[in-house]
């Protein structure tokens, strides 16, 4: 039987992908909007809201006023109806801020995308299987922020978009009358080449108001796809991709010496990825923090979506971040809760620690 197994595989890859390569029907999978805790805490809300400790995935010129270079990790934990999250991890967040001279300033950020995990049937002409699909996406960003006056600055960078999945597949040809069925094995592994595309931000930070923007172009990248026979067997193919440009925007009020509300919008088009149509739509978030003292933060918010890739999905979040040593690190955690569609919903749990030094004595 294994002899006959590896011919059957060597026979069908002489020709190239049989049977016909079939990408992952939920395309890059379920999606998860970037960011830090604290944007996390208050519905998603960052665009503009000032931020020294962390890097806004929403807009980064949000932390040109940071006088300190940090560094913040966190992780997220969910309880979720969504197959592709359930009892998956995911690479943790990452965000670096780098004060330079002549109020320039570094800055960059890795998080995760999505999440793929999804078995679906695989069809053909002779036969019939499964396959089991795992992997996913993630999103970084590098790029310089410049203060140009007390109260202005500007950023530029690139965002990237990367990823990689990888599917399991057991098939088994149709063979009338009385013969023994045959299984074949394959898998195909998929990755995306990074794909980078400009991003520029601007950012106001007045005395009680503040307000920020940032544009990131389509990306495209190239798409390949290897496959591995059981066997020695194998085969590849390479095919061009794209991600839809995105918009994000928000405003903040100082309401009072130690209250802080803001509101964000994000707007993104269609993504077409691995045949399947993600649609346009964009998000509204509102949030809140308030300073009781004592070093504690408290925080809280909503998102409303419409479209993209929960559409009609309703976010309550909140969480507390508290202050170590005079701010030279800190500790932050939120949590929040998510229903769409027939009645599915999802728990998320997010905690970061951010650390920082004062490199230039300012």
Not at 127 to 147: D, F, N, P, Q, V
Not at 169 to 177: D, H, I, M, R
Not at 298 to 320: C, E, H, K, Q
Request: hydrophobic share 40%; charged share 15%.
């Amino acid at each position: 039987m294994i002899i006959l197994n590896v011919l059957l595989a060597s026979l069908v890859s002489v020709s190239g992908f049989s049977p016909e390569f079939q990408p992952p029907s939920c395309g890059i999978g379920a999606e998860t909007a970037g960011g830090g805790v604290r944007a996390f805490s208050m519905g998603g809300v960052s665009a503009g809201v000032p931020d020294s400790n962390m890097v806004s995935g929403a807009n980064p010129a949000a932390s040109a006023w940071a006088g300190n270079t940090g560094l913040s990790w966190g992780t997220k934990v969910r309880e979720t109806e969504d197959t592709a999250w359930s009892g998956a991890s995911a690479f943790p967040d990452v965000s670096v801020i780098m004060p330079l001279p002549l109020d320039l300033q570094f800055s960059a950020f890795l998080s995760n995308r999505s999440r793929i995990n999804r078995e679906d049937s695989v069809v053909f002409n002779n036969g019939s299987g499964t396959i089991k699909w795992t992997g996913g996406s993630g999103e970084s960003y590098l790029g310089i922020t410049a203060r140009v006056s007390d109260h202005l600055a500007f950023s530029m960078g690139g965002k990237c978009f990367f990823g990689s999945a990888m599917g399991d597949a057991v098939t088994f040809p149709n063979n009338p009358g009385t013969q023994v069925p045959i299984s074949s094995s394959y898998r195909d592994d998929l990755s995306f080449s990074p794909s980078w595309g400009p991003v520029f931000g601007a950012f106001i930070n007045a005395e009680r108001f503040s307000a920020g923007f940032s544009i990131v172009t389509d990306r495209s990248g190239d798409l390949m796809v290897q496959r591995d026979y059981m066997g020695n067997s194998s085969a590849d193919t390479t095919s061009h991709y794209s991600v839809p440009g995105e918009l994000s925007a928000g405003v903040s009020a100082q309401i009072h010496p130690r209250a802080l509300i803001g509101v964000d919008f994000f707007a993104r088009k269609a993504l077409n990825l691995l045949g399947h149509t993600t649609e346009e739509g964009s998000f509204i978030a509102s949030g809140l923090e308030f300073d009781p003292g004592l070093g504690l933060r408290v925080r809280g918010g909503f998102r409303a979506m419409n479209g993209l890739w929960r559409d009609g999905a309703s976010r309550y979040s909140g969480g507390i971040g508290y202050l170590i040593a005079g701010g030279k690190a800190s500790l932050d955690v939120g949590a929040s809760y998510e229903t769409w569609g027939a009645d599915e919903s999802e728990t998320v749990v997010f905690a970061s620690i951010r650390i920082s030094e004062n490199w230039l004595g300012r």
